[in-house]
């Protein structure tokens, strides 16, 4: 299921060097000046899950699959984006074919690499990007509104009533709200949003980009980035771009040593990733075999025929039954046999609402 989170950002925020340790390829180019990411640069992540791992030390399979989310390194914006400036058209339409917004943003000082503002200032950075998202939408709706009043006037009430919702829409975007926070969301709106595919509407999660003295004590950039999302109700998450594209040849035991020496836990890619997936609305329900054990990507609240179809269309047409165990279960005892002893394994039928870590087993009949 390719689902798309688009890398933003003012140019030589650390976007590319981000999408280099994101796709374990130094594949998007990385250079100290402006717009070196001219076309967009398009890669599958896999979706961080260490229960895959736990299963596969059950079942010991020949492989794991893991989710995966498309990542799209879109060229840095700048000011006037709206308008043209710096090729801005051509990125904001490149930024409408994603789903989610992750904006990468310079938390620490190096006089040795360039900012295009010429300091280094998180939430000023921020606000360029938004203003020219902000901008991009109101001229989008603009069109639209004058389209839609010349139907209103031919007495199509569909038209009319869209008209209503355009505009206060649009007054929105001008008290420099983004669409996301407009309150009448009703199918009108949400018909907009879905043709017009409209960039203040998406979700979007802020990347901390720090250096190493601050991955374990949030810096006076950090800090003013948290306040500043806070009050939008957004995410941070931080990580030092730099460190992630050189751990990427790293062997996990190797990985966890060097973040542990720098007061961290987890990776921040590790984090974006399965923050990218949430925010997509997106879980993960696995099979387990001897081939293999392997995540399959499912929006959540899908029923067990919708998630059978992902793994092929067959099975939701004529889906009998799932045997589902939960992951909880399958691993306190010691796999699908164990868990059926146990009584672990339940039948459920075709109303049935999969669960986050489902491990099942599709009966069907076409």
């Avoid at 306040?227 to 939008?232: D, G, L, P, T, V």
Wanted: include cysteine; hydrophobic fraction near 40%; glycine fraction near 8%.
């Amino acid at each position: 299921m390719g689902l798309g989170i688009g890398l933003v950002g003012l140019p030589n925020v650390g976007k590319s060097t981000t999408f280099n340790a994101l796709t374990k390829a130094q594949n998007a180019e990385s250079a100290n000046y402006p717009f070196c990411t001219i076309e967009p640069n398009k890669a599958v992540v896999p979706v961080p899950d260490k229960r895959l791992e736990e299963l596969a030390k059950i079942v010991k399979p020949q492989r794991i699959q893991y989710s995966t989310i498309d990542f799209v390194d879109i060229a840095g914006l700048v000011k006037g984006a709206s308008k043209g400036e710096g090729l801005g058209n051509k990125f904001l339409s490149n930024i409408k074919e994603t789903q989610v917004i992750l904006q990468i943003v310079r938390c620490f000082d190096d006089e040795n690499i360039t900012h295009v503002e010429g300091s280094v200032d998180p939430v000023r950075d921020i606000q360029i990007i938004e203003t020219e998202l902000l901008l991009a939408d109101m001229e989008t709706l603009e069109r639209r509104i004058n389209n839609l009043s010349k139907k209103a006037k031919g007495n199509d009430k569909d038209a009319k009533a869209q008209l209503e919702v355009a505009k206060a829409l649009l007054e929105h975007l001008e008290k420099e709200e983004p669409a996301s926070t407009f309150e009448n969301k009703d199918e009108h709106f949400e018909k907009l949003i879905k043709e017009l595919r409209l960039l203040t509407a998406k979700e979007i999660i802020y990347g901390a980009n720090v250096d190493e003295e601050g991955l374990s004590q949030d810096n006076e950039y950090v800090k003013a980035l948290k306040e500043y999302a806070k009050n939008k109700n957004r995410e941070v998450i931080k990580l030092c771009a730099k460190l992630e594209e050189e751990m990427v040849d790293f062997s996990e035991e190797e990985k966890k040593e060097m973040l542990e020496s720098l007061g961290v836990q987890e990776s921040g890619l590790d984090q974006i990733i399965r923050t990218c997936f949430d925010k997509l609305g997106l879980m993960s329900y696995f099979t387990a075999g001897v081939k293999e054990v392997r995540a399959w990507t499912i929006k959540k609240g899908t029923t067990a025929p919708k998630a059978a179809a992902v793994i092929h269309n067959d099975f939701e047409k004529g889906f009998i039954r799932a045997e589902v165990i939960s992951y909880e279960d399958f691993i306190k005892y010691g796999g699908e046999a164990g868990a059926k002893e146990a009584g672990k394994m339940r039948l459920e039928g075709k109303d049935y609402i999969v669960q986050d870590g489902d491990v099942m087993h599709f009966r069907f009949n076409v």
